[in-house]
């Protein structure tokens, strides 16, 4: 049965930090972390090669988002510094056993866990 669950989300000021942590019940390939607006597409943040620890963000991160994982616990996590307003959204940890180049085609993820909401004021 496979099972993504996140944990972590909340609300921080413009500025401040928080990490968003998912815990899967097998190891996929790729994993990434995505986040959605209400009336956006929902876009993808960043990912990371589960055999290599590779990882991928997306320009609006760089610099301050960080991919990690535990392959012990089967954990994935997302730290988040100097979160902007923009930063506001609905993130969702993603799982798939297809390869794609720096994990980042994101139409290959397919489970998904039901997403935590992080605000940034």
Same mark, same amino acid.
């Given at each position: &049965? ?35 607006? +209400? ?42 510094? !100097? ?16 390869? !794609? +180049? ?8 397919? &489970? ?10």
């Amino acid at each position: &049965h496979v099972q993504l669950v996140e944990s972590g989300g909340g609300s921080v000021q413009a500025g401040g930090s928080l990490r968003l942590t998912c815990t899967l019940t097998y190891r996929p390939a790729c994993m990434a972390w995505f986040r959605q607006v +209400p009336g956006k597409e929902r876009e993808g943040v960043g990912s990371i090669y589960t055999a290599g620890g590779y990882t991928y963000y997306t320009d609006s991160v760089k610099g301050r988002f960080t991919i990690s994982q535990d392959n012990a616990r089967n954990t994935l996590s997302l730290q988040m510094n !100097s979160l902007k307003p923009e930063d506001t959204a609905m993130y969702y940890c993603a799982a798939t056993m297809n390869v !794609s +180049p720096e994990c980042a085609n994101w139409g290959t993820y397919d &489970h998904w866990g039901q997403g935590t909401q992080v605000t940034v004021s």
